[in-house]
């Protein structure tokens, strides 16, 4: 990206916009300089913001695309980040438009993306210490179980905050991700991750605030914990073997495979003998014993040795500054 940075970057900003009117205006004004374009998604608002936007902004900056039926803040992204890159862009920021994401951190955000260090920035409102404390228990654990199944199914050991959607894209891998096959709505950036993950980009977190006014959050934990935890095993299932049986065999595949079988053996030889032998009233021979539990602490140890390996193959070239 160091020959972009000869010429004024072009940061481009996009905006989901759904039932945020009474924010939108000022998320607006707040937009620094330096951003080249903002996009505004109406994503079939009922508050009609699209048309809010277009009568009342005044910023040459900002256009307003809609869509005429209800596609999620996913859906509203990738039509955001499709027209940013087919207009030049080379970088998309996102920011939501309810007011929680601070515009003056959009610089911070596409900075790492621009030198050439990052292919993508996500915010991290869990860095801070001080800010930590004040969350409510419930969001802090909900938040880190979310975060390991992400780490899990994405491969990005170092990322906390997977759900935050304050977030950053180098423009020349947008055409390399399928987005008709991205979650369109609040499993979009995890699943982002995944696909992402897949193309060995590098992504980095940003320590950040967010700042909570009146706006109402449409996320249930309830509503959606069935379909993360399915979303989630869905993407391990596709990562693990796209990247050590497809792509590439190397000795984390052996040590996934062997470890695997082995404990699937022991667990399903074990439970076997003990429920014939339970019934006969027979006690296990130590040969039944071992023979159930050496499989089982020899295929715990290779998995574990496995994703030990897989926590040290997390990208760390950018995959932009080669494009």
Not at 245 to 251: E, H, N, V, Y
Request: charged share 20%.
């Amino acid at each position: 990206m160091a020959s972009e940075l000869t010429e004024a970057p072009r940061i481009a900003v996009v905006i989901p916009s759904y039932r945020v009117k009474r924010h939108i205006l000022d998320v607006l004004a707040r937009i620094p300089p330096q951003v080249w374009r903002v996009y505004v998604v109406d994503d079939a608002c009922p508050d009609g913001s699209g048309a809010f936007v277009r009568e009342h902004n005044q910023d040459p900056r900002v256009h307003v695309l809609t869509h005429a039926t209800n596609k999620g803040v996913g859906g509203a992204m990738i039509t955001g980040y499709r027209q940013a890159h087919a207009d030049g862009a080379h970088v998309a920021v996102k920011i939501d438009g309810d007011g929680q994401m601070d515009p003056a951190l959009i610089d911070t955000f596409a900075r790492p993306i621009l030198r050439g260090q990052a292919d993508y920035t996500k915010g991290n409102r869990f860095f801070n210490l001080e800010d930590v404390r004040q969350m409510p228990i419930a969001r802090l654990v909900g938040n880190a179980a979310l975060s390991f199944f992400n780490k899990v199914s994405s491969g990005y050991w170092g990322v906390f905050d997977p759900t935050n959607g304050y977030t950053a894209l180098s423009a020349k891998l947008i055409p390399l991700i399928p987005w008709d096959k991205v979650a369109e709505r609040y499993f979009f950036e995890s699943d982002v991750l995944f696909r992402l993950g897949t193309l060995r980009a590098v992504v980095q977190d940003v320590p950040m605030r967010a700042h909570y006014a009146d706006e109402e959050s449409g996320l249930r934990i309830w509503k959606i914990l069935v379909p993360f935890l399915l979303g989630h095993l869905g993407n391990t299932t596709k990562r693990v073997f796209y990247t050590y049986f497809l792509r590439d065999f190397s000795m984390i595949s052996v040590n996934l495979a062997l470890g695997s079988l082995l404990l699937l053996f022991g667990l399903l030889f074990g439970a076997y003998k003990w429920w014939t032998l339970s019934h006969a009233a027979v006690f296990a021979s130590s040969g039944t014993v071992m023979l159930a539990a050496l499989p089982i602490l020899l295929g715990f140890h290779l998995t574990m040795l496995a994703l030990n390996q897989d926590m040290n193959n997390v990208p760390r070239d950018p995959l932009s500054r080669s494009l």
